[in-house]
Structure formats: C-alpha cells, structure tokens
Nanobody, 125 residues
Framework: QVQLVQSGGGLVQAGGSLRLSCTAS????????LGWFRQAPGKGRDFVAT????????YYLDSVKGRFTISRDNAKNTLSLQMSSLQPEDTAVYYC??????????????????WGQGTQVTVSS
C-alpha cells in the first residue's frame, strides 16, 4: 500500500506559476510510474503528465506542453509538477497518482492504483 500526500496549489493570476508536490510513503517508490491528473468542475479526471520510474520518459497533455514540467526525486520519494504560464482553463483539482505495475509512464487513469488527496489550483483572469 502506498500513501500519497500532496502539497502546493492555491490561487494565482493568469500567467503566474505554481508548484505541486506529492510525497509517498513506503520503500518501492522508485518502481512506480507516476502521474498528475486534474478534474475541473463538472468534468472527468483527465491526464496531465506522467513520468517513468527512473524519470527517463515523460508525456504531457498537449495543452500543457512547454508550460508544465513533471519531475521526481526517488531518493526523497517525491513527485513534483512545476506549472508556469497558467491560464484560467488550468483551474481544477489536481491529483498525483502511482502506477505500481508498469512503471513506464501511463496516460490513462485506469493504470493508477494509488491517488493523492487532491489539491485545488485556481487561475484567475
């Protein structure tokens, strides 16, 4: 079992930056593929970014490419999402997630078994 605890987020003006962090319990962190998803009001939980177990492979939602950067520190059991040039359409609850089975960096939420508690990101225009 893995517990993911998120921090960061908040309110920012359009064009601003925020950093999300996700810290995991347990000793198998380096074996997991990790991802970030987001859920806007009235919508489903959508893929944002993913990173493979050693950090060598990353994938991003097209609309965040060049603005968001996913990274991980396996020594500290930490996953991060640096978000810049934020826009109102980025407003959502953001979730970190862990995929313990494949570790390659998956874009579909069904691959992820463990989820953080979610953190609100609000971008004002």
């Amino acid at each position: 079992q893995v517990q993911l605890v998120q921090s960061g987020g908040g309110l920012v003006q359009a064009g601003g930056s925020l950093r999300l962090s996700c810290t995991a319990s347990g000793s198998d962190f380096s074996k997991y593929g990790l991802g970030w998803f987001r859920q806007a009001p009235g919508k489903g939980r959508d893929f944002v970014a993913t990173i493979s177990r050693r950090g060598g492979t990353t994938y991003y939602l097209d609309s965040v490419k060049g603005r968001f950067t996913i990274s991980r520190d396996n020594a500290k059991n930490t996953l991060s999402l640096q978000m810049s040039s934020l826009q109102p359409e980025d407003t959502a609850v953001y979730y970190c997630a862990a995929d313990p089975d494949y570790g390659l960096g998956q874009t579909h939420r069904d691959f992820y078994k463990f989820w953080g508690q979610g953190t609100q990101v609000t971008v004002s225009s």
